[in-house]
């Protein structure tokens, strides 16, 4: 298989985006997709701070968060501010 260079590895939407190049064979290309497509699935329910099961939050910017890191990012301070 062709070595396949990772360019760039992204949050964008509350999403896992992924660029890539080289691997031009079909065979590791599909293998490379496949690796890809199942780290965004995975990504989708891990929290972005610590790693824990998680789910997607937020009304304009998304994000995955757990419970715990969701309440202290949108925790609302004395003002009736979000932090």
Same mark, same amino acid.
């Given at each position: ?8 590895? /992204?949050? /964008? ?9 080289? !691997?031009?064979?079909?065979? !590791? *290309?599909a293998k490379t997709h496949r690796l890809i497509a199942a780290a965004c699935q995975q990504a989708l329910t891990t929290c972005e701070? =610590? !790693? ?9 910017? /998304? ?7 969701? /309440?202290?990012?949108?925790?609302? *301070?004395? *003002? !009736?501010?979000? =932090?």
């Amino acid at each position: 298989m062709p070595p396949v260079a990772l360019c760039q590895v /992204k949050e /964008k939407f509350g999403t896992l985006r992924f660029h890539i190049a080289g !691997g031009r064979s079909l065979v !590791g *290309n599909a293998k490379t997709h496949r690796l890809i497509a199942a780290a965004c699935q995975q990504a989708l329910t891990t929290c972005e701070q =610590c !790693g824990a099961p998680g789910e997607m939050v937020g009304a304009g910017v /998304k994000t995955v968060l757990c419970p715990t890191c969701a /309440k202290q990012r949108f925790e609302i *301070n004395v *003002n !009736g501010h979000f =932090c």
